[in-house]
């Protein structure tokens, strides 16, 4: 048992501008796997699903392999078995997770990703910039996405979605 | 004045605002230019160089005259266009260069000065004495032309900056754009349809032509609701496409607030950046001027402002007008006045051989030879069949023809082509990839000629999509034909004006030919032409049309200067929305942050990440008293900072000591499991790329370290080298810098302090590594030391960071240790020679640096073959030394060194100060540096010169380890 205290990148609660939330998620677990070369193939067989092509997401039973650049996904929600054929490193504490929901999730993100994310679906994640930040962007599927990005830039990117998110509720504010 | 039943204005919502502290009324739907003309407003600004009255030119964002500052609770936004600005409650604007007051403008002396003031005559007066340049002339000059003035302080506004995607960008909402839009939208492509105008419609906004025999504007409306039914169309007013760049990428700005009252959080202005797979530029034309003698009389107009000043906003400067031009467009503008009951005294079309107008009097073969009125036009001279006459009028309103607005087509260096049979300049096909023009934009005038073009470019654009757009019946529309005779410059005496905005004349082109600037862009800058906020969107075509004149050449030949983004101004704070201040780059904060400051810590910046300098303590007045305690308190008990900065890199495989063979100068795959090694990375150049340690964690398992500043450099070139050289190896890598929080533990005391920390001794040898368990963590123990000292650091994951930082401070506390900061971490590495990227900055090679035994000469590795090219080694190189002052000086960094009894002369620098810092341990200022052949001249005396900082100081060249050489505190 563990004496020292663990602590979340933020501790922040969440906040909500014109119907759409901001929170920071759990630290999920999560390790990167690198498949040595032509070994994709097998490394997704042995995790229990496919090795996600670039841009994909793939799941199977509460797991999900996130695509996360060149011959690298990222195992989220499980333990890596042993013997892989893949460079399998722990990458739990290295990032902060958020969580942007709602009716403007998506006019949010278009002020910080230069994606087009209105037709994003659950089974994308890209890897991208949150302006100036680096970004693993999942699509979690109706009008949700989860945002990882570095844990020491956690607070700028929680300035960075907030600030977007007034901006935008503001011009909604001018319709109604 | 206002024009019951005319205009889109709405007359229920008066709307009040202030012009030069003055209270006037308008309405919702005027922008500030309508209201002021609705005011009887004739003066609205001064021009830049001369201080003449001038009023509106224009009713869009090409206005050159009316340019004023918007002054609001937290901005001063000056030039802003008087024609774009919108009218809402409380606005308030301010005249622009002039003083005291648009009325009564002192400056207005430079006028009657203006046989001095020619083009050219800054370049010639202001040449001697050279000194007084900086000092005197320019801010006179400066002082004297100008436009706006800014408030001195940050725009702390609100903006904003997105990203649009879309199948098909229409640029502009005329009826060109709208029959793009439309065909577009029914096709089901995924449209952006974006105007600059608050109002989407165009021309016939302005006109009172017809559409299937109903006014047009009732096609519009028809069009506009369909679109806006739609869910595949985005309409975007308020928003000006401004520049074209690569791959189909758009800027555009859109006003979000600029024309209401502030809001909170509600952006004044957004910029767009529009990823477009395909685009239609229908952006019209703009009307231009022609010139002749006093031409910038307020009063005197562009004809089709007219019509949008009655037709849009309900409004008309005049109670009598005179129109005057060289091509057809004229005559509705006439018809329009006429019906809404304005006097037109005359139609004075320059053509011999114009059509007839009934009802009007219309003078074949008239110019315009002067305008009358200073303050306001009061009357015209004209000469027609051979005799002149006088015409009174408040009013006249002047068609030279058109210009395609052909802008974005040149974004991409395309240049336009010269028409004759328009008089104008029209676009290129594909002059920017993706993009078709349409309508009025690509020369086409007639209403049915650019609802045809809109409708073909769409459905040519989708085309290439491969998307099919079914057919959209085109409405019935005028087709009528563009009949215009060239007429640039009325001849004569007086100043007639091109570029009212920059205040050049016929007369100061004609100079710049003869004086030898007869290219256009020499002209250009020679006149200033075309340099003001409008771009030469006014004066453009017809002041080349005079230098073609002047030199003898065709406009064909002569040619255009070059059109840049933006296409209208951009404020830069949209461009750089969020980056002010702390918004510039995102800030990187260690887990021991809040413990450090909460102990009073400054932090320092190192790149991205915040560090703490140094721990101030009770009665400390000073950082040195700070630094030195704390660098005493390592050297004698313990000290504990926070590395997690460094970078850190997983890597794995079979090849993995391979592939570190050839990343580092030195060998690495023979080091042993659960050993450290410290490691030298070149470019492939031969210089350093980076330092730091490398520990092999397990047979096929390694974690290097990199610095801070170059976490990301180390990992871009292991990526570059491991795709360019070696993509079979079995290697992978990933950063985990940010996955471990790592502490330093370093001085006598260290050991005590891990084994206090772990719970039993450590047991490691010097470069050593091992797994361990913290408190019921498990952790990773390096024995490496940066400080000369016994050194330890502990990593955990970095969700434990912030405990254990707190744990190890109170445990060093209680042995007589403490926190160091950057400060102290400095001065211990200097005492021991050791390099950061003050010494490695990317001009130093492995020999420079005394490490050249480091490139191993068993096998290769990036870099090598390079490092041993001639001039790489050798005495002739700085080789890195320490340097002890004589006398108990301070050393600054950045400082060269020259030869006692050298003269001080760049030439002879004999090297350089890359590091200082006051050493509290040998009770002298140190420094580390460069020096030609340092390395032979141990014990010599130098001479350290800082012109900048007024220190020159004799030093004695010293081995750059001044403690504890042979290192045998560290391996204790």
Not at chain 2, 474 to 480: F, G, I, K, S, Y
Request: aromatic share 8%.
């Amino acid at each position: 048992m563990p004496e020292l205290i663990a602590k979340p990148a933020l501790g922040a609660f969440p906040v909500t501008h014109a119907g759409t939330t901001l929170a920071e998620a759990d630290l999920p677990q999560m390790t990167s796997i690198a498949p040595w070369p032509g070994q994709a193939e097998a490394v997704g067989r042995a995790l229990g699903m496919a090795f996600p092509l670039p841009n994909a997401v793939t799941e199977a039973e509460g797991k999900r392999l996130v695509w996360a650049g060149r011959d690298m996904a990222f195992l989220i929600g499980a333990a890596a078995p042993a013997g892989l054929a893949a460079a399998v490193t722990d990458q739990s504490d290295g990032w902060v997770a958020l969580t942007l929901s709602g009716a403007q999730a998506v006019d949010v993100l278009a002020r910080l990703v230069p994606l087009d994310l209105r037709a994003a679906q659950r089974g994308q994640a890209f890897r991208t910039a949150l302006n100036h930040l680096p970004l693993i962007l999942i699509v979690e599927g109706e009008g949700g996405f989860t945002l990882l990005t570095f844990r020491s830039m956690a607070r700028t990117a929680w300035h960075e979605v907030e600030e977007a998110m007034v901006k935008v509720a503001a011009r909604a504010a001018l319709v109604l | 004045m206002r024009i019951d039943g005319k205009g889109r204005i709405d007359r229920t919502r008066p709307v009040t605002f202030r012009f030069d502290g003055r209270a006037y009324a308008g309405y919702k739907g005027d922008t500030l230019a309508s209201a002021l003309i609705a005011n009887d407003v004739r003066v609205v600004g001064r021009s830049f160089k001369y201080h003449r009255p001038r009023g509106i030119l224009t009713a869009g964002s090409e206005e050159p005259n009316a340019l004023v500052e918007i002054v609001g609770p937290a901005n001063q936004t000056p030039n802003t266009r008087a024609t774009v600005q919108e009218l809402f409650e409380g606005l308030a604007a301010r005249s622009q260069n002039r003083w005291p007051s648009l009325g009564f403008d002192l400056l207005e002396i430079n006028d009657l000065a203006a046989p001095f003031l020619s083009a050219g005559f800054y370049y010639k007066t202001f040449m001697w004495p050279r000194r007084f340049w900086e000092g005197l002339y320019e801010p006179l000059i400066r002082r004297a032309a100008g436009l706006g003035s800014l408030s001195g302080r940050h725009d702390e506004g609100v903006y904003e900056k997105a990203w649009a995607h879309c199948d098909l960008l229409i640029i502009g909402a005329g009826p060109a754009g709208l029959m793009a839009a439309l065909t577009a939208a029914r096709a089901g492509a995924d449209v952006i349809l974006a105007d600059e105008s608050s109002e989407p419609g165009g021309r016939l906004l302005s006109d009172e032509g017809e559409i299937d025999g109903a006014p047009a504007m009732d096609w519009a409306a028809k069009v506009l609701a369909e679109l806006a039914s739609l869910p595949n169309v985005r309409l975007m007013t308020r928003t000006t496409v401004t520049g074209a760049y690569d791959d189909g990428t758009y800027g555009a700005l859109e006003r979000v607030g600029l024309h209401r009252s502030p809001r909170p959080n509600l952006p004044r202005e957004c910029f767009w950046r529009i990823a477009a797979r395909r685009a239609v530029l229908a952006a019209g034309a703009l009307e231009r001027s022609v010139a002749f003698e006093d031409n910038d009389r307020p009063g005197v107009m562009l004809a089709s402002a007219l019509s949008s000043y009655l037709n849009r906003y309900g409004v008309v400067p005049g109670r009598r007008v005179v129109l005057f031009g060289n091509n057809d467009s004229l005559r509705a503008t006439a018809r329009s006045l006429m019906a809404a009951g304005v006097e037109v005294a005359a139609i004075l079309d320059s053509r011999e051989d114009a059509p007839d107008e009934p009802g009007i009097a219309l003078h074949k073969g008239a110019q315009v030879i002067r305008a009358r009125g200073r303050m306001g036009l009061r009357e015209i001279m004209v000469r027609a069949g051979g005799r002149e006459f006088r015409l009174e009028t408040e009013c006249l309103g002047v068609s030279g023809g058109w210009n395609p607005s052909v802008h974005l087509t040149c974004h991409l260096n395309g240049r336009p082509r010269w028409s004759d049979a328009l008089a104008a300049f029209v676009p290129v096909e594909g002059a920017v990839p993706g993009m078709l023009v349409a309508g009025a934009a690509n020369g086409t005038f007639s209403t049915h000629g650019c609802l045809a073009a809109g409708a073909e470019a769409a459905r040519a654009s989708l085309a290439a999509l491969g998307i099919a757009a079914g057919a959209v019946e085109l409405p019935q529309a005028e087709d009528a034909p563009y009949g215009i005779a060239p007429l640039w410059a009325v001849p004569g005496k007086g100043r007639a004006w091109l570029d009212l905005a920059n205040d050049v004349t016929v007369k100061d082109v004609a100079l710049a030919a003869q004086e030898g600037f007869a290219s256009v862009e020499h002209m250009k800058r020679y006149t200033t032409q075309g340099m003001a906020p409008d771009q030469g969107k006014n004066s453009n075509v017809a002041a080349l049309a005079v230098l073609a004149d002047a030199t003898g050449r065709g406009i064909a030949e002569t040619g255009i200067t070059t059109f840049r983004p933006p296409y209208a101004p951009v404020s830069i704070a949209a461009m750089g929305a969020g980056g002010r201040g702390m918004g510039f780059a995102p800030q990187r904060f260690l887990t021991s942050d809040q413990a450090s400051r909460d102990r009073g810590a400054p932090m320092v910046e190192a790149g991205l990440w915040y560090r703490p300098g140094y721990f101030p303590k009770a009665g400390e007045t000073t950082w040195r008293e700070a630094c030195d305690r704390e660098v005493m308190m390592v050297r004698s008990s313990v000290g504990v900072t926070d590395v997690s900065t460094l970078g850190k890199i997983d890597i794995q495989g079979p090849d993995a000591g391979r592939f570190l063979d050839f990343v580092y100068s030195n060998t690495f795959s023979t080091l042993p499991v659960g050993r450290v090694r410290y490691g030298l990375m070149l470019r492939e150049d031969g210089h350093v790329l980076d330092d730091g340690t490398c520990a092999r964690l397990g047979q096929d398992h390694w974690l290097m370290t990199t610095t801070t500043a170059a976490a990301g450099l180390v990992m871009r070139h292991l990526d570059f080298v491991h795709q360019a050289f070696c993509a079979g190896w079995q290697v992978r890598f990933v950063s985990v810098t940010e996955s471990w929080a790592q502490f330093a533990v370093a001085g006598p005391l260290a050991r005590d302090l891990v084994t206090s920390a772990l719970g039993h001794a450590p047991d490691l040898p010097f470069m050593g590594c091992t797994p361990v368990v913290v408190q019921g963590v498990a952790a990773r123990l390096f024995r490496i030391s940066f400080s000369g000292e016994e050194g330890y650091e502990l990593a955990v994951p970095t969700r434990y960071g912030e405990a254990l930082f707190r744990d190890l401070t109170a445990r060093a506390e209680t042995m007589g240790g403490g926190l160091y900061g950057m400060e102290a971490l400095n001065v211990l590495r200097i005492e021991k020679g050791f390099i950061t990227h003050a010494e490695i900055h990317g001009r130093t090679t492995a020999f420079d640096i005394g490490m050249d035994k480091m490139v191993s000469a068993k096998k290769d590795c990036i870099g090598k073959a390079a490092a041993a090219r001639p001039g790489m080694v050798g005495p002739a190189r700085e080789q890195m030394v320490g340097l002890m002052p004589l006398t108990g000086s301070v050393l600054t960094a950045g400082a060269h060194l020259f030869a006692q009894g050298a003269e001080l002369v760049r030439e002879n620098s004999a090297g350089y100060v890359t590091s200082v810092g006051y050493s509290p341990t040998l009770h002298s200022h140190l420094a580390l540096g460069f020096l030609k052949n340092g390395r032979a001249r141990h014990g010599e005396t130098v001479r350290l010169v800082d012109r900048l900082r007024g220190v020159d100081v004799l030093c004695t060249v010293t081995d750059p380890v001044f403690h504890d050489p042979k290192g045998e505190k560290l391996r204790a």
